[in-house]
């Protein structure tokens, strides 16, 4: 059997070959979406979370999968106002070391602080159930981290106060240590380290102020044999290559760095990369076949050398589960792969005329496939329709229409089809994606044969 | 061009505040943005030049090594911070009438969205660039907005969201802006926002970054 799971990201993060690219989509308040409850029922309860997962699992069959998605859970602890939203985590809405509180005032959360045992029993819960998918503890990265809990205050803090920013940092990092040893501890087999804000600074101050307190965190992960990713937002192109430098065992981005550009300085550096689904052009606000165009475009640009497929960061709360099952079967087979990337071409093509294709006395059945003749669904979709025609003589007309050939994905346009393979009868998809048996599309040919009759 | 000009564009490109300040190390013990634009207007400058000839193109050159990615946020803002420390100076000038700001820019996050970092960031920098900026803070309606435009006609105005859902609320907001003012241009950014839905919702202009805005407003107010 081929590998899945954490088995397969383990070879992604080791740089060895895969036979599919793993798949990670990070279901964070969407998990609220999919139980029908607000993201704050959701984030406050280990119950919701971890049916919320479940269902994402059974949704859309991932490699690995986030336990919890929210920056908020350290901040909060550590005295940051929070205002919650109905279908989003919720938002830092005071800095207390900037509102008079000070640094040695802080201390380092335990386990039982805020919402850090919620996120512990819905680890536990999930380890149990879900032995073989990778479970991704997140922790809010020290630079981010830094940004809550003094505003933007620290960017000047940089110049005019370093030593107090290496002190913040400093802390932070104990925070992410913690934290992330708190998440291994209870089943999280990869730790990402979320740092999005680091995308605002330039390389320079990324190394005097970042490296060592990320490092750090990622040795900590590393000493106890489990994987670290870094996650990052934002326009971070500049930073990628000392982000490598921290030595995660992979890096994470979104829409706006490309994705070639990751993969060659990852790859140069011997770190697995991933991304980098756009979020809400693509999959929230398009259709399934946006998505799985857009999949298609990551799964061709990075390869199969140590990408991980992901979304940029984490899934707004209503995107479309179709959206996200479209990527996940579009990672699962080959063929549809195939298709799309056929399909991709052919956006400047008009439909097919259909003047004259059908006929007054006979049943006219198409199917669109990739090609019978390489593609093994398609072949079996195309015996199943010879043998159920069979009886029916000259009644029936069957004809195959590859997507190989231009005419072939002109058809499947004028068609209206959208997957492949796909039986239309009389003009009609009648069978989409799955072979019918036999005594079924006999009914369906003969249910269209007494129309002509009729 | 005035030697002590071309000194306080260089404390504004490099970021230099005042005699005190460490940053940037090259520049540790010499007079900052501070001094160098009071002892200008003392000499007799006019307040004018002092805006136009000295501070402004210091954070035209900054803003076009962050546009060149040679230098980020941190450096941006430190220059932002120059500026407004020079700007006090020229502040009862501003008042007089002896020397007058680029124009107005009311800034806040849209109904329901309490994030303000990025929309700070937009602020500090666009003071920085010699603008009046109002700041209406975040969860801000699209009432405030027009209150506020009304109190400063001809302001531009600027929306940020950081959530998926509350980008529904700068359309909302920008509909209503423009159905009250029509003439009213309306910037937009943050996260989820894109150019494309900038086009669908009839905003002005979509900026990834802060120094888009500037630009954006240069090209408005010049």
């Not at chain 1, 071409?345 to 390489?374: E, F, M, R």
């Not at chain 2, 666009?126 to 309606?141: A, F, H, M, N, W």
Request: net charge negative; charged share 20%.
């Amino acid at each position: 059997m081929s590998d899945k799971g954490m088995q397969l990201l383990e070879k992604a993060f080791r740089l060895e070959g895969v036979n599919r690219v793993p798949w990670v989509p990070f279901v964070g308040v969407h998990g609220a979406r999919l139980v029908g409850v607000d993201a704050k029922t959701y984030l406050t309860s280990s119950a919701h979370i971890v049916e919320g997962i479940g269902k994402a699992i059974e949704l859309y069959n991932p490699d690995g999968i986030p336990v919890v998605f929210d920056l908020q859970i350290e901040a909060e602890i550590l005295g940051c106002k929070l205002v919650w939203n109905d279908d989003n985590p919720p938002a830092v809405v005071s800095h207390p070391l900037a509102e008079g509180a000070t640094l040695d005032q802080l201390s380092i959360p335990e386990e039982t602080d805020g919402r850090i045992p919620i996120v512990l029993e819905a680890t536990r819960r999930l380890r149990e159930t879900y032995p073989d998918i990778a479970l991704y503890g997140l922790i809010t990265g020290p630079f981010t981290l830094a940004l809550h809990l003094l505003g933007t205050e620290v960017f000047m803090k940089l110049f005019e106060d370093p030593e107090y920013v290496h002190d913040l940092m400093a802390f932070c990092s104990k925070v992410g240590d913690k934290h992330a040893q708190l998440l291994i501890d209870a089943g999280c087999d990869v730790i990402a380290v979320v740092d999005p804000m680091t995308s605002q600074i330039d390389p320079e101050s990324f190394k005097t102020f970042v490296s060592s307190p990320v490092t750090q965190i990622f040795e900590t992960i590393r000493k106890n044999k489990k994987y670290s990713s870094f996650f990052v937002c934002g326009h971070a192109q500049q930073n990628i290559e000392v982000m490598c430098d921290c030595l995660p065992d992979n890096i994470s981005i979104d829409e706006n760095i490309p994705l070639d550009y990751v993969k060659d300085i990852a790859l140069q550096k011997g770190i697995s990369f991933g991304g980098n689904l756009k979020l809400t052009s693509v999959l929230l606000l398009g259709d399934e076949l946006d998505a799985r165009k857009e999949a298609l475009g990551c799964l061709d640009l990075a390869g199969k050398e140590g990408f991980i497929l992901a979304p940029g960061c984490d899934l707004p709360m209503d995107t479309p589960v179709e959206n996200l099952q479209a990527v996940s079967t579009l990672v699962h087979d080959e063929y549809i792969q195939e298709a799309t990337r056929n399909m991709e071409h052919s956006s400047s093509l008009q439909p097919l005329s259909l003047d004259g294709h059908w006929h007054a006395d006979k049943v006219v059945i198409d199917v669109i496939t990739l090609d019978s003749g390489s593609c093994a669904p398609c072949q079996y979709m195309m015996e199943a329709v010879n043998k159920a025609a069979a009886g029916f003589g000259d009644k029936v007309v069957i004809s195959e229409h590859k997507i190989k050939d231009i005419n072939g994905i002109r058809m499947m346009m004028a068609l209206g089809v959208k997957n492949v393979p796909t039986i239309c009868i009389n003009g009609k998809a009648s069978f989409i994606s799955q072979i019918p048996p036999r005594s079924e599309l006999e009914a369906s040919i003969m249910k269209d044969i007494q129309a002509l009759n009729g | 061009m005035n030697e002590l000009l071309e000194k306080i564009s260089d404390c504004i490109e490099f970021g230099k505040i005042n005699l005190a300040s460490p940053y940037p190390p090259q520049m540790k013990g010499l007079e900052g943005a501070d001094e160098l634009t009071a002892k200008a207007l003392q000499e007799g400058t006019p307040p004018q030049d002092v805006l136009t000839k000295g501070l402004m193109p210091g954070m035209e050159k900054v803003g076009r090594k962050f546009r060149e990615n040679k230098v980020f946020v941190p450096q941006v803002l430190m220059s932002a911070k120059a500026m407004s420390t020079a700007l006090l100076h020229l502040k009862p000038h501003f008042l007089s009438g002896a020397a007058k700001q680029k124009g107005t820019f009311i800034i806040g996050t849209v109904l329901g969205d309490l994030h303000d970092i990025g929309k700070n960031l937009v602020a500090m920098m666009v003071e920085g660039s010699g603008y009046k900026v109002i700041d209406l803070g975040t969860d801000v309606s699209a009432e405030t907005f027009i209150e506020a435009l009304e109190e400063n006609p001809g302001a531009v105005v600027g929306l940020s969201a950081l959530l998926t859902t509350t980008m529904v609320n700068m359309q909302k907001i920008t509909n209503e802006i423009k159905a009250a003012m029509p003439e009213t241009l309306i910037a937009i950014g943050g996260a989820p926002v894109s150019e494309e839905f900038c086009e669908k919702i009839g905003a002005d202009n979509y900026s990834a970054d802060p120094q888009g805005v500037v630009e954006f407003l240069n090209q408005k107010f010049l």
